[in-house]
């Protein structure tokens, strides 16, 4: 995959991959024109698209309503009057997805469980596997931290903690990363989210990024994935990472003491952008790194041709609610 | 027009006002359905799009073919083997607005003529009045800069200074707005704008700002304009806004030294905080200061339930060419 003298809206154009509507042309390809809409109950807005081939091949419970001529699945949890809506319609989700993964019919589940996410923008919390989100075109979730140092007499020279994975993982192996990224799972907040891996991940003191990593907004974009495996060729994979920087003294260290990090460099940011050029960065990490750069002064609008696009890209408005109290 | 306890999603609802179309509804209303596209010479991309009653009203020249059928305007500036297409296009719509200025047409020109603003995005470099765009529904582009300080014994108290627009300016008489602020005009960069404005505006001194301002992003939007006057209710105005943060010293002072500003305040993020629920910035200027409290973690996703949706409007993607070589 490593390609030369990619820019930065090739970056962006890999991550944020699923077309756009164009309103300047009513007669063009409606690129939602394929998908099952998912709603969930008592609930007039979609939360999530599905390809025709998962919806045939998803083995739908009674719970889940499933409409060939709208194109829609409705989640109708049965309302039990000893348990909340919440917990049947994660309950309903439960007993789909552990038979999802039983009778093995998703190459991405690859036959494992995995942590609960909520779906933002849901009127009552209801949550589904991580690894099952994308599936239902679900939202996911991820908190990314940027570690930076300024060096040199002057402190004038920025530097950036940069991981390289480990060649095991399953996604982008031996890519270059965030210096901390994870998951926001159901019950946490993307600021815990990032505390908790920065220990776990790059062994940094938890008090320091307590105090000082700063919260400094959010991207958000849909992947249009290509993943092995013909059903799952197309999935509609909307994204949403909230982003943190962290200034350390130049003499802090982010160490791995876990599996999923092969090892971390001091990069100068003339080494990361070549890096970045060669497409050595996983795709939404690059997105992470080009958004610190914008925010950073160190991509500007005078020598970046494509840089309001570039922007707007990063924070694509997703087809379905955000806004939760949960 | 104040109003009390505007949210920070209300405020962005002011200025990106113009409607999403929704691709979960494929019978929703296009909000595009009404307008005219403009199309510049051997360009298939729209740049702009008009109302009826502007196209109705506008004293087109031989340049521009009008077609009501297709619902298109095309500048077709006659090929003078003397001149570039450039230059043609530009005295096109100069010779079109200056007819449109005398006889009074549009009371959104207000009978004078403006600055030339280049159309990004065009192949080879257009300009037209600025006053005009909003009429073609060509983008806009404007460059904010927000001064900061940190004040107290350990420095932890950031303060803004805030500007108060004079009464007699034709637009947002006596409202607050971000420190510096103006429209990027043919020829200048977003940087070499906010340079300019902080002597002009904030008596900034030139070398402060040319060393320390720095680059932070661009906000996107479009407008649904309701100017008084029947024919210019409802224009669409996409604008694009370069931000720019500059930190001072505790004892730099912004001081008024042209007749836009009434005086400056240096304030603190709850005043500021609470003159933004009171609706008393700008339209666009409250946006430049909810960006500037998202970058500097004062709104966070943890307390701010519309985040996502905050951030994906602030940065809403124009459905024109933004990229430019120019």
């Given at each position: 995959m490593v390609s030369e003298n990619k820019s930065y809206l090739d970056l962006v154009d890999d991550c944020d991959s699923f077309p756009y509507s164009d309103?300047?042309?009513?007669?063009?390809?409606?690129?939602?024109?394929?998908f099952y809409a998912f709603y969930l109950p008592s609930d007039p807005r979609p939360h999530g698209y599905l390809l025709p081939a998962t919806v045939a091949s998803m083995p739908w419970t009674e719970e889940f309503s499933v409409d060939h001529d709208s194109k829609t699945i409705t989640l109708n949890a049965s309302q039990n009057p000893s348990t909340t809506s919440t917990s049947t319609s994660t309950t309903a989700f439960k007993h789909l997805i552990d038979t999802a993964i039983s009778s093995n019919r998703f190459k991405l589940l690859h036959g494992e469980h995995s942590e609960p996410y909520p779906i933002i923008g849901a009127r009552v919390p209801v949550s589904l596997e991580r690894y099952a989100a994308p599936l239902f075109g679900i939202i996911s979730r991820g908190a990314h931290l940027t570690v930076y140092t300024r060096c040199g007499d002057d402190g004038g020279e920025l530097k950036i903690w940069v991981p390289r994975r480990s060649k095991h993982l399953f996604t982008y192996p031996n890519c270059l990363d965030t210096t901390v990224a994870g998951g926001v799972t159901a019950g946490e907040g993307p600021f815990e989210c990032v505390v908790r891996e920065a220990g776990e991940e790059?062994?940094?003191?938890e008090q320091v990024v307590r105090q000082n990593a700063k919260s400094v907004g959010c991207l958000s974009y849909i992947h249009h994935k290509d993943a092995p495996g013909d059903s799952e060729k197309g999935l509609f994979s909307p994204e949403l990472i909230y982003c943190f920087d962290l200034e350390v003294a130049p003499d802090a260290v982010c160490r791995q003491c876990d599996d999923e990090v092969k090892e971390f460099y001091l990069m100068g940011v003339q080494e990361v952008k070549h890096a970045l050029e060669r497409g050595e960065f996983k795709t939404n990490s690059a997105c992470v790194m080009i958004d610190f750069f914008i925010r950073h002064g160190i991509v500007t609008p005078e020598e970046e041709k494509n840089y309001a696009e570039i922007v707007a890209r990063l924070h694509r408005r997703l087809p379905f609610p955000t806004s939760s109290d949960q």
């Open positions: 309103p300047s042309n009513p007669h063009h390809a409606d690129p939602y024109a394929q790059a062994s940094l003191d």
